[in-house]
Each structure stands twice: as structure tokens, then as C-alpha cells.
């Protein structure tokens, strides 16, 4: 079972503040990278989904392995399989563990794949291709905190050799203080909140960050300019199964 850990570096590529967070690069073997971006299903997707600037499409791990919206390869099937199981979500927490915030009542639980048999999962996990549509200039995503339901969150990037844009790149942020987020903008902190920007990793091919989702966990995407291709990652996630089962509480307002 390849997945995006098994290059990880505990000295090199592991960093506990301002939130703990990894950063990899190289992420994947070179061959099994070079197969997975030359059949990323980009055209599928835009077949599929309307062309939008700077909207973003996205496919989950139901969608690939069961319902089959689109048709991918067997590479990238045991890619979702691999990154939605439960011994890769081990595989995480073993990971994290010297810095896990939540008890192990509360994470060391029996996963599902979300939307598929959830009933009798406690977490879910999913796998998503993600196509950010070009945009002349802007971002997509501001400085903001993840879904309380979340307790990881991985990107694993697919820079096509043709993007000449700049940007693109995630932001981690020093938050000490996050007292409101701003709910009709997905999370976004506001304008009050004092941020440091501590680290940021470039939007670079076969690179990946993750991060535990904490109520401190502030992030966000540097503005793309001149971008005239899509931008491509993977998400991979864990979150709990229930709404009503939120590891940290947010203030939203507005």
C-alpha cells in the first residue's frame, strides 16, 4: 500500500506550530506521480460540471469508487481506496499522536467511506479530485478555519507542467486569538483577528501538506494571477460522522 506518508521525514517535515502540520515533498514515487497526473480526469470533469472562472469541481471517493460518475483509472482507484482506509487514517493519528488535542474516545474509531454505509462508522474519510477553474486574478479561498467535523485535512498537488501562473499557495497562520469566523464565508476569520503568517508552501507537483483541524488551524490560498490552465489536488480527509459531533466550537457570525 503506497500512500502519501510513506516518503514523510519526522525530522525534516514534521512542525508543531503554530498548529501541527506536515509538509512533504516528493510526496509519491516519481512513476506512480507521473501516472496519476498524465490521467488526472480534468476533461472528464469539466464535461461534467459547468465552466465557471474561478468556480471549483470536485469529485469524492463515493463518486470514484462507487457510484463511478466518471471513469478513472486502476491506478487512481487504489489511490482512493488506500486514502480512505482505515489503516491509512491509523496511519495519520500515529502520526499526530504526540500532539493530538482529542482524546482517544474521540478518534480511535472504525471509518467509513462519507456517504457510503456512514451508519455504522463513527469518522468518515474521503478522497476528492479537485479542479479549481482558471481565474485572471484573485483567490478562491481566504484565510479561514475547516469545517469543526474535521479533524485532518491533506492536499496533495498536481501542478501542471504548462501553468505559468503564480500563486496558489497555502498560507499557515499564527492564530492566538480566534474569537468569530464568518459563516456566510465559509469559516473566513475576521478582519479583526490578529494573524502571523508563519509558513507557506508553494503550489508545487507531488507536494503535500496536512494539518490537524484545531479551532486554531487558520489557513488560506495566496491570490492566482495570469493562470490560464486549472489548478489540480487531491483533498484527503476525517471528519465525524454526525454534525452534532463537533471537535471544537466556532463563534459565526455575519
Do not use: C
Not at 132 to 158: M, V
Not at 175 to 202: N, S
Not at 204 to 229: C, I, K, Y
Amino acid at each position: 500500500m503506497i500512500t502519501v506518508l510513506d516518503n514523510f521525514n519526522p525530522e525534516t517535515d514534521y512542525f508543531k506550530d503554530p498548529y501541527p502540520h506536515v509538509v512533504i515533498k516528493n510526496a509519491l514515487p516519481k512513476d506512480l506521480y507521473e501516472t496519476l497526473a498524465n490521467t488526472f480526469p480534468t476533461q472528464q470533469m469539466k464535461e461534467k460540471l459547468p465552466l465557471i472562472e474561478g468556480h471549483t469541481h470536485r469529485y469524492l471517493a463515493k463518486d470514484v469508487l462507487y457510484v463511478k460518475k466518471i471513469p478513472v483509472s486502476k491506478e487512481w482507484e487504489t489511490f482512493f481506496r488506500t486514502h480512505t482506509s482505515q489503516e491509512y487514517y491509523e496511519k495519520v493519528l500515529e502520526l499526530f499522536k504526540n500532539d493530538m488535542p482529542y482524546g482517544k474516545d474521540v478518534i480511535e474509531k472504525q471509518v467509513n467511506v462519507r456517504g457510503v454505509d456512514e451508519v455504522n462508522g463513527d469518522m468518515v474519510t474521503d478522497t476528492q479530485f479537485v479542479v479549481h477553474n482558471p481565474i485572471k486574478t484573485g483567490t478562491t479561498r481566504t484565510t479561514h478555519i475547516d469545517n469543526p467535523q474535521e479533524l485532518y485535512a491533506g492536499l496533495l498537488y498536481f501542478r501542471q507542467p504548462n501553468d505559468k501562473s503564480t500563486g496558489g499557495d497555502f498560507e499557515i497562520f499564527d492564530t492566538p486569538d480566534v474569537k468569530r469566523v464568518l459563516k456566510r464565508k465559509g469559516r473566513e476569520v475576521t478582519e479583526d483577528t490578529k494573524k502571523t503568517l508563519v509558513r507557506t508552501v508553494k503550489y508545487e507537483p507531488n507536494t503535500f501538506v496536512m494539518f490537524l483541524n484545531t479551532g486554531q488551524s487558520v489557513h488560506g490560498v495566496t491570490p492566482r494571477q495570469d493562470a490560464e490552465v486549472e489548478r489540480l489536488s487531491i483533498n484527503i480527509i476525517a471528519e465525524t460522522r454526525s454534525k452534532q459531533n463537533l471537535l471544537f466550537k466556532l463563534l459565526h457570525v455575519g
